[in-house]
């Protein structure tokens, strides 16, 4: 078999999985219509023939079926499984859980200002003591990084923002570890983003919502950039 065949297969088998998921999520209703091949390919970032080789193994597998001209449509599926985060695939991803996590964070420390508790507050303390030492180090810990951010929206009283970043903890974790690499690159970039985790502590230390709020928005904001704005 010719590499760009098995290639070609492979990037099918990553889009059929994708597609599959969404169809069990219930992200697509019953006789709904997919988007077209063309709309696929851009989605996915693959060739339309590699899209047809999709929607044909989840046609032999009856989970969509198509009408002459109009397309190709979901079948009623048996048991739904909950709705959750597919895998990362790509660049692409890691950018659209930034854009998530710039919609949910902000508002997360804001309400995290205004319900915090002594024993809330201690969880935060914790995680950026280990930042800190990390940093004394010139290191980066990813793990300190999450627990920082997670025990901020456990602070929030809020459960809906903690399901959501422990389910996108493999997401975030992806990024922060790409986001500590390009920090140890820079001059002092470890100390800046410190310095960052510091002042939203403290703005959420102080009950200051709305300083809390911007300041996780630029500090997200800023990881984002450094990730993804063009290099000089």
Known sequence: ????LTGRRNL?????????????SGAYAVDERLPTEHALAAEFQVSRPVVRDALQRLRDQGMIYSRRGAGSFVREQGIREPLGFGQMENLSDLQHCYDFRLTIEP????MA????????????????????DATNRQAHRADADFMFHLSIA????NPYFVTAMQALEEHIAVG?????LSLRRTNDGLGHVLTEHTAVFEAISSGDAATARKLM???????RD????PKP
């Not at 456990?154 to 009283?157: I, L, N, R």
């Not at 450094?226 to 704005?229: I, K, S, Y």
């Open 107 to 110: 508002e997360a420390a804001a």
């Open 1 to 4: 078999m010719s590499d760009s």
């Open 176 to 180: 922060m570890r790409l986001h500590g």
């Open 12 to 24: 099918a088998d990553t889009v059929f999985d994708r597609i599959q998921r969404s169809i069990k």
């Open 217 to 223: 928005l630029d500090h997200l904001a800023g990881s």
């Open 113 to 132: 200002a205004q319900r915090r508790s002594p024993e809330a507050l201690q969880k935060i303390k914790t995680a950026l003591n280990l930042l800190r």
């Open 154 to 157: 456990q602070a929030s009283a």
């Open 226 to 229: 450094r990730l993804f704005a």
